[in-house]
């Protein structure tokens, strides 16, 4: 027989069009593939799958490729909302998730089983652990039960014309969350949830977001911190030639007050973003209460500083375009304004609003705090 290093999951037994639960034919394919150099697993367009779930584990010998050209299909039994995850990639390097395929959580059965605050253990639908050089191109991920996609202990990531869809009510569905990882690439992808479109969260540096179309969601996030005694800083985070449309926020840092952790979020820079009919286009929170039940109380103990917001312009939906909240405590430092024109219609200036914070208006509309 000839050798090959293309695994089609159709081949070790998974049922086309969502019959049966394909878990162990694409657990048996992935092996293969795992284990060739250059090995590919592959799932067939023109063909749904329905998955209960996936841990696609290595080491792996040599770069290995995840094509997903068809559909895969989360269950929407209730027994499942206890994972943590839908699908796991660990410990990996040189993985290739490419495609033009879905992945499918279909979550609205979840949705509908949690309120705002309570879907903590609803599974995120793609989570990417210890995974090194590695590349997400083309895929799509829909209706996620929580997350779409975490990042996380992950060096080298990057994720590339990802398409990734929710209904603006679909709650904790945020796009691509990374955490604890460095040297992330998130390039060219639209965006839209009922949630962050991506989230930073602690231990996250050198990451890089161009050219994201966001909307519907919360923006685009760094935070919340100050959950957890054990995070980790946040530094060298730089967003680009991005658009937000119709958006609860544009961009946001966000901690909780009082907060847990004393960390520092440092060397932000947002250049060369489009804001079209935004409620929040800019705003740090350091009061941040996640929680119907948070009382709040307290400052924070997380600094933020360096930050930079350049050539940030379009249509504020509320008359506060900038919004400044930053800790009594530890007042945010060295914040740059330079080149806004936020306006409510075309015209009239949005405000700004700044508390606790040292900063710099250049050039700029709104050219103060107020």
């Keep these: ?21 394909s878990k162990q034919a694409f657990a048996k394919a992935w092996k293969k593939a795992c284990q060739t150099p250059g090995g590919v697993l592959a799932i067939p367009a023109g063909k749904t799958f329905l998955l209960s779930g996936g841990d ?3 080491p792996c010998n040599g770069k290995t490729i995840f094509r997903v050209d068809g559909t895969i299909v989360a269950s929407n039994d209730p027994k499942l909302d206890d994972r943590d995850y839908w699908i796991t990639f660990d410990n990996i390097a040189r993985l290739i998730v490419v495609g033009h395929g879905v992945f499918n959580g279909n979550g609205a059965s979840s949705w509908s089983r949690c309120g705002p605050w309570n879907c903590k253990t609803r599974p995120t639908s793609l989570k990417f652990h210890n995974v090194r050089r590695s590349t997400i191109n083309g895929i799509t991920s829909l209706n996620s039960k929580m997350f779409h996609i975490v990042i996380h202990k992950s060096q080298h990531v990057r994720l590339i014309n990802v398409h990734i869809r929710a209904p603006p009510n679909s709650p904790n569905t945020d796009g691509i969350h990374v955490g604890k990882s460095s040297y992330v690439n998130i390039l060219h992808s639209y965006i839209g949830t009922g949630d962050d479109c991506v989230s930073i969260g602690d231990g996250a540096t050198n990451v890089n977001i161009t050219g994201v179309a966001c909307g519907p969601g919360h923006g685009i996030s760094v935070g919340s911190l ?35 952790s004393s960390k520092v979020v440092s060397d932000v820079t947002y250049n060369d973003i489009a804001m079209n009919n935004v409620k929040n286009p800019i705003i740090i929170d350091q009061h941040y209460c996640p929680s119907a039940n948070c009382h709040g109380g307290g400052e924070s103990n997380v600094q933020i500083k360096r930050v930079k917001f350049i050539n940030v312009r379009g249509r504020s939906a509320t008359a506060v375009g900038v919004n400044i909240q ?30 606790n914070v040292y900063n710099r208006f250049q050039r700029s509309s709104p050219s103060r705090c107020t």
């Design 226 to 260: 100050g959950r957890y005694k054990e995070e980790e800083d946040v530094s060298r985070i730089t967003v680009s030639h991005c658009t937000l449309t119709n958006t609860e926020n544009g961009l946001r840092i966000k901690t909780l007050a009082p907060s847990l």
């Design 326 to 355: 930053c800790s009594k405590t530890r007042p945010c430092q060295d914040l740059l304004f330079y080149g806004l024109r936020l306006t409510l219609d075309g015209r009239r200036p949005a405000g700004a609003s700044c508390k």
């Design 1 to 21: 027989m000839e050798k090959t290093n293309n695994f089609i999951v159709t081949d070790f037994g998974a049922a086309a069009y969502a019959k049966k639960d």
């Design 56 to 58: 696609f584990v290595g």
